[in-house]
């Protein structure tokens, strides 16, 4: 449906994108995820014809649109602010885009009935003025306005970052629903990884202008690429643990954290094996809800213990390391209160391992289609 070929934006000097590639299938949801300033936007507005790349092409259904002006791409798109005509009725919002598009009145009243009864918009809010509607009514009102003309794609730049946290959770809901009821493929740009996690099919994590990467939010959560993508998908934030070692011995690779030695299972040492990996200082990962307490050799005083019924966050310290734990309240017999101390351990198939130098994931960094040009991500300090 999209495609993406080596995508290069400058600003004078500055290059905002970096050699990006992304292939969005016809109906795929893919959210573009990352910090502030990483390229989102832009990235988007390439693809709906606010810039033009200086270098590389866009093609939609296999035709190269990369210098097709935006009136005539087929998108709809979904500002932040809704950009919408705040005194113009509902009915004349929605109906804007067909108006110039010149269909007829009969095939207008039509086309904005039926969607606007999609979107949940009743014939009163029809004819009221916009400006009279709630935040989560004009934001259905922009998601009307952007389907009415049936585009091929519709684009969303934070769609729901105006709203308040009740109605965001209620529209992210309804933007799902949507999306199932009419097939439509979505791009979605968001800095939310609650957003990105559950509206997309696909995640594309950016930082600095890259792409970092792209996966489904299982592959993003259970093997990512390394620490940047580690550290910003994933609540609590996983822990980091620095100057570690990958050992191999009697041609076994293990995990050595805090002088305990974890051997790595069948698939962490078949991976590791195939690349040739040497013994190596590394960073290892361990997400919150993969620590088990009570057991194992590893050992951490309690700091902060939070009780949330189900489960409790475990702020802890092990020697110079802060260590969160999310464990399950159900079937717990140990006391971790305040002050205590007590044993945890992990599973070695759930410890990450990232290389010190570069950042990279030892066992899921795939060398072949990451960028070569990519800024090595040494910083885990999130
Ligand atoms: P945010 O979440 O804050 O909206 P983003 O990931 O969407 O961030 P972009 O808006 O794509 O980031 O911006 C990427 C980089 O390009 C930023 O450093 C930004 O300052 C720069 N940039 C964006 N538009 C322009 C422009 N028109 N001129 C110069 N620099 C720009």
Redesign the pocket.
Known sequence: MIRLNNIF?K??Q?E??RDINVHVKEGQFYT?L????????????TITGF?EPSSGSVLMRDQDITHVPIEKRNIGIVFQSYALFPTMTVYDNIAFGLKIKKFSKSDIKRKVTEIASKVDLTDEHLQKAVSQLSGGQQQRVAIARALVTEPAIICM??PLSNLDAKLRVQMRAEIAKLHDRLGATIIY?T?DQTEAMTLGDRIVI?KD?YVNQIGTPQELFNKPVNLFVAGFIGMPVMNFFADCKLLLEGGKYYAEIRGVKFELDAFQQKALKQNGQQPCDIVAGIRPQHITVGEGDLNATIEVSEMLGSEYNLHARSNNDEVVMVIPTVGLDVDVSMGKSVNFTTKPELIQLFDKATGNNLVWFDKESADANAPVCKNYDF
């Open positions: 934006v600003f004078d500055f905002a994108l573009f990352g910090p502030s300033g990483c390229g989102k936007t832009t990235t988007l507005r810039i730049d934070e740009v800095h950016m202008g």
